[in-house]
Nanobody, 114 residues
Framework: QVQLVESGGGLVQPGGSLRLSCAAS????????MGWYRQTPGKQREAELV?????????NYADFVKGRFTISRDNAKSTVYLLMNSLKPEDTAVYYC??????WGKGTLVTVSS
């Protein structure tokens, strides 16, 4: 059974930083592309891509986070991270970990507010 468990969300002031973690189990993690998506609370639109990382470590970012967010992975710990710097109020969202066809985590809420 695949499990993806996110952690690290919370309340942060504008300009601050957070690091999200997603611990995976039930998959061969090192071979799997991983991603972070987000969905604004109360909005109907689908979750939007934030960043992805291949099993080999190649990364891809949405334009709105380039230069601010960094995705990384530790295959020994079966964990993918999202380091978020220079956070803005518009980054407020539920952030979800994705393991491609293997599913989604339950999400962690990030609130950027003064």
């Amino acid at each position: 059974q695949v499990q993806l468990v996110e952690s690290g969300g919370g309340l942060v002031q504008p300009g601050g930083s957070l690091r999200l973690s997603c611990a995976a189990s039930g998959i061969i993690f090192s071979l799997n592309d991983m991603g972070w998506y987000r969905q604004t609370p109360g909005k109907q639109r689908e979750a939007e891509l934030v960043a992805t990382i291949t099993g080999g470590g190649r990364t891809n970012y949405a334009d709105f986070v380039k230069g601010r967010f960094t995705i990384s992975r530790d295959n020994a710990k079966s964990t993918v991270y999202l380091l978020m710097n220079s956070l803005k109020p518009e980054d407020t969202a539920v952030y979800y970990c994705n393991a491609g066809p293997y599913g989604w985590g339950k999400g962690t809420l990030v609130t950027v507010s003064s």
